[in-house]
């Protein structure tokens, strides 16, 4: 047995078959190209592969074993990274209290299929800057590779906590990314249009996007960016392609039913109290409010976050005299689509289909607003309207076909979530992969070992 496994042959073998197999799943055939390089590792060994090693010396010096041992651990933990599982820390409160800021968790990358990276090149464990600068790109455009997307073991399904590129991330202001580009152009350009329409100067809204948009060309340096190397998103998948979502006081129906509540969903509350202000540390030990969120109005006045089983242990407080939920009202102008002809808000939109690959809808000057961005931007269609004709690609244009599947993606934490409310539609390429497991959870209102929430450490993600 020991002769065989030494065997040059039957090691060649057992490679090919594996490699053979991951070919087989990825499903690109161009990579056959490498198995005489693996032929020539084992068989031939025509080729000094192993460049950094001297050719012919067994016992090689500590250097070279170390550098052998590093390009290994890079290949690997790349592979892995690419494949099976990459690790994700929760940034922000979007998702609370289902996923809680200071969350170190793996996304699996097999549960929807991984999907191959678009910008191959690039310095491995980094995402799109360089570490130590602010816009020093760590990839390369050189080789870009159309979306493709593996085989995985489950498909998205609804309420599902998923990770994805950020849609509107395909262009950045550097150093000022946040609201995200396309947010700041419209919030510029209204206040310009306002602006100049005060000075008696007629100007339309489109006119002053194109002002502005020239201007802010001038002062900031903006980059776009391919769709991996935008940042990572994560929320939970309300809405699946086919479906239809309508928003109604903050109760969200799928497809003419209401949706399955959440556990833990969150809603801003006004909470009044006797004049005896609340002890921020119980608010944050007792009821769970984490210390960002506890927002003062008046003495006697507070906005917090608060899940249904929070409100039932406020009102237990002596000095708490009422709670009231937030309601949206009125019209955002940063809410999806963004037009005057959806008079829409954070608690109450749609009626509003989500694209299904193959379906088709109408296009009108009035349904445009919801599918430009999918038309133009995410399936590289050339889009125009002229004298209020729409125009794809050229041709005169009444109706249009998606070529791929998109989601809708909200917060649990409702009133205090940037989601699709306020970007839209997510592409089935921009999807990363699940939120699988919480294997580090750290409080950052606390200090030393008291940071680490020993209750969330090593648990799967539901």
Do not use: C
């Not at 995402?127 to 998205?156: D, M, N, V």
């Not at 997510?426 to 919480?438: L, R, T």
């Amino acid at each position: 047995m020991r002769n065989l496994l030494q065997n040059k042959w039957f090691k060649f073998s057992i490679v090919l078959i594996v490699y053979l197999l991951w070919v087989l799943w990825v499903g690109s055939w161009w990579l056959l190209i490498l198995v005489p390089v693996i032929f020539d590792v084992y068989i031939s060994r025509r080729v000094h592969w192993a460049f950094w090693k001297k050719k012919g010396v067994k016992k090689q010096t500590k250097a070279v074993e170390w550098i052998d041992a590093l390009i290994f651990a890079v290949v690997a933990a790349t592979l892995i990274r690419i494949f099976i599982f990459e690790a994700y820390t929760i940034p922000t409160s979007s998702m609370e209290k289902s996923m809680l800021v200071g969350d170190y968790l793996f996304v699996s990358k097999v549960a929807y299929g991984p999907k191959l990276p678009n910008t191959p090149l690039a310095v491995p464990f980094t995402h799109h800057t360089l570490p130590f600068t602010q816009s020093t790109k760590a990839y390369s455009e050189l080789i870009q590779w159309p979306y493709k997307r593996i085989a995985g073991t489950s498909e998205i399904k609804r309420n599902d906590i998923i990770v994805f590129n950020f849609p509107t991330g395909d262009t950045v202001i550097i150093g000022n990314e946040n609201p995200d580009y396309y947010s700041q152009l419209r919030t510029n350009a209204r206040n310009y249009q306002r602006a100049e329409q005060s000075q008696g100067v007629d100007m339309t809204f489109e006119e002053a996007k194109t002002k502005v948009r020239d201007l802010m060309k001038q002062r900031f340096e903006i980059i776009s960016r391919p769709v991996d190397k935008r940042e990572n998103y994560i929320k939970r998948g309300v809405g699946m392609p086919g479906d239809t979502l309508i928003l109604r006081e903050g109760q969200l129906y799928v497809n003419g039913q209401l949706a399955d509540e959440v556990e833990n969903l969150q809603y801003d509350y006004i909470v009044r109290t006797n004049g005896v202000p609340l002890n921020r540390t119980k608010l944050k030990d007792d009821i769970g409010i984490s210390l960002e969120d506890i927002r003062m109005i008046s003495t006697s006045e507070y906005n917090f976050p608060l899940t249904a089983e929070m409100v039932e242990k406020l009102k237990a407080y002596p000095n708490v005299t009422e709670i009231e939920r937030v309601h949206d009202s009125g019209i955002n102008p940063d809410i999806f689509p963004f037009s005057p002809d959806y008079p829409w808000n954070i608690d109450n939109f749609g009626p509003l289909y989500v694209p299904k690959k193959g379906d088709q809808v109408e296009l009108t000057l009035e349904t445009l607003p919801l599918y430009e961005r999918i038309i133009g931007t995410y399936e590289q269609n050339k889009l125009e309207v002229k004298d209020s004709v729409i125009y794809v690609n050229g041709q005169p244009a009444d109706r249009y076909t998606f070529k791929m599947n998109y989601y809708w993606m909200m917060g649990d934490n409702r009133h205090r979530s940037a989601d699709s409310r306020f970007w839209g539609f997510v592409p089935e390429d921009h999807v990363v992969g699940k939120a699988y497991f919480i294997w580090l959870s750290l409080d950052k209102d606390k200090s030393f070992l008291s940071k680490i929430r020993w209750n969330r450490m090593f648990r799967f993600v539901q």
